[in-house]
């Protein structure tokens, strides 16, 4: 089975603009995760949507971040105006809705803000 | 609230060592505890999990017993590879609003050489 895919894997913005994350979790994962590595920090929780209900965003940094799960597929996580404390590695995660684990997480996306 | 606190890295080694990584959480209840894994250009992928006391969770030569009298759970091996070079986070699972949310430590880089 396809794992936990994101794009893109690198990205490269200057302060201001806009980026677009995405994630595709597994077929049939309800569960939908997305976690922010600052550099050399831990890996902080952001979001998690249940199909395509957001069931805790608590860890979403500010009202610059917007994430969408339509249809209860794929998702995306939006920076807009990015700012350069937003660099790091961007993960997500799926797993099944009754166990809830194990997560499989995807390579993550590494933005860089300059 | 409730963290993780890894030992601060690089951890440098020759091939063949013992390797230690220490982790100690802090939590209200009684967490399950796991060690990732997040080797170079790839996802995290779970490495092993303890759900109770004294439980020790192995995988690949690798082990962690939970330790509630301490709150610990260190990650051993004894005798690393080169192939071991990662970065290994130590994490705890926390039931929030009927759903699992993964806290993890800020996470320690392993370097192994031959």
């Known amino acids: 089975e396809a794992g936990v895919t994101q794009f893109p894997s690198h990205s490269v913005i200057e302060k201001g603009q806009t980026v677009t994350l995405r994630c595709d979790p597994i077929?049939?994962?309800?569960?939908l995760y997305w976690y922010r590595r600052v550099m050399g920090k831990e890996i902080k929780f952001l979001l998690h949507?249940?199909?395509?209900?957001?069931?805790?965003e608590s860890g979403m940094p500010n009202n610059r971040f917007l994430a969408e799960r339509t249809g209860g597929t794929y998702s995306t996580l939006k920076v807009q105006p990015a700012e350069l404390e937003d660099s790091g590695v961007y993960f997500c995660?799926?797993?099944?809705?009754?166990?809830?684990?194990?997560?499989?997480f995807g390579n993550g996306t590494r933005l860089t803000v300059t | 609230g409730d963290s993780v606190t890894q030992m601060e890295g690089p951890v440098t080694l020759s091939e063949e060592a013992f390797l230690t990584i220490n982790c100690t959480y802090t939590a209200t209840g009684y967490p399950s505890l796991f060690w990732y894994v997040q080797y170079p250009g790839e996802g995290l992928q779970l490495l092993l999990k303890a759900t109770k006391a004294d439980d020790k969770g192995s995988n690949k030569g690798f082990e962690a017993t939970y330790r509630k009298e301490t709150t610990s759970f260190h990650l051993e091996k004894g005798s690393v590879q080169v192939s071991d070079s990662a970065v290994y986070f130590c994490?705890?699972?926390?039931?929030?609003?009927?759903?699992?949310?993964?806290?993890f430590g800020a996470g320690t880089r392993l370097a192994v050489h031959p």
């Open positions: 077929s049939g994962h309800d569960n």
């Open positions: 995660a799926s797993s099944l809705l009754e166990s809830g684990l194990p997560l499989h």
């Open positions: 949507f249940v199909k395509e209900s957001k069931q805790d």
């Open positions: 994490a705890l699972i926390l039931l929030s609003g009927g759903y699992n949310k993964l806290i």
